[in-house]
């Protein structure tokens, strides 16, 4: 089992760095960026307050760029612990909710973003372990908070073993403890050319001297282990 799911991390490794940016972020559910800030905070800490704290880091991030002349959007993504139910099928998995940028700003295999406080879109996976399909409902359950949500589309993730949901941020899951923060994304106005996202790059590491500065594939390995 080592010796398979090692394989299947170098084959991953190997994709990750013969597509270009704007495939790497989709092929893990996450919206295209340019660049990945991780600031050198106790996650751990933080996590129970991710509103809080990634509103707060978002704000410095832009306010930082826009006083040295650089138009971009800052985002983040945050994954939450829940389970979804439908009749007697039943799966815990991840959630995600952006910050900073909508539900309809990610990409979707079918269907439609789930814009709606009321509404999720599924991976392929998970909706095929619950029997369901776009139209019918879910049941999406955080401890002994549950609710009913709308499955209105579809999206892909390399991450959990393809199994997934997201929400937008006007949805309850707010309120809940953040599992995971997925660092704070940076998608340039002016869509730089390669050897202009370098000289970004660099730049961004200047202003930022607290935080490990990403590109696509770099931010990418990270999440995979390579």
Do not use: H
């Not at 991710?50 to 993504?77: C, H, M, P």
């Not at 949500?149 to 929400?167: D, I, K, P």
């Not at 403890?177 to 660092?183: E, M, Q, R, T, V």
């Not at 961004?204 to 001297?209: I, V």
């Amino acid at each position: 089992a080592f010796t398979v799911c090692l394989l299947l991390v170098l084959v991953l490794a190997d994709t990750v760095n013969t597509m270009g940016s704007g495939s790497v972020f989709t092929m893990f559910g996450l919206k295209q960026s340019d660049a990945v800030l991780m600031p050198e905070y106790n996650q751990e800490e933080i996590l129970s307050a991710f509103d809080d704290t990634a509103a707060y880091y978002l704000g410095e991030i832009g306010e930082k760029l826009r006083e040295n002349g650089i138009s971009a959007q800052v985002f983040s993504d945050c994954g939450y612990s829940g389970r979804l139910v439908k009749g007697s099928r039943s799966t815990d998995l991840t959630v995600m909710a952006g910050c900073g940028a909508a539900a309809d700003e990610y990409t979707y295999l079918e269907g439609s973003a789930p814009t709606g406080e009321n509404e999720i879109a599924l991976t392929r996976q998970t909706a095929e372990l619950l029997d369901v399909s776009i139209g019918d409902t879910v049941t999406l359950c955080f401890g002994m908070e549950k609710k009913e949500y709308l499955l209105t589309g579809y999206f892909q993730t390399m991450m959990n073993m393809g199994s997934g949901a997201r929400v937008s941020r006007s949805a309850f899951i707010s309120e809940q403890p953040c599992l995971s923060i997925f660092g704070y994304q940076i998608l340039f106005d002016d869509a730089p050319s390669e050897r202009e996202l370098d000289g970004e790059l660099d730049r961004l590491r200047e202003l930022f001297p607290d935080c490990k500065v990403y590109d696509a594939v770099g931010f990418i390995e990270t999440l995979i282990g390579d």
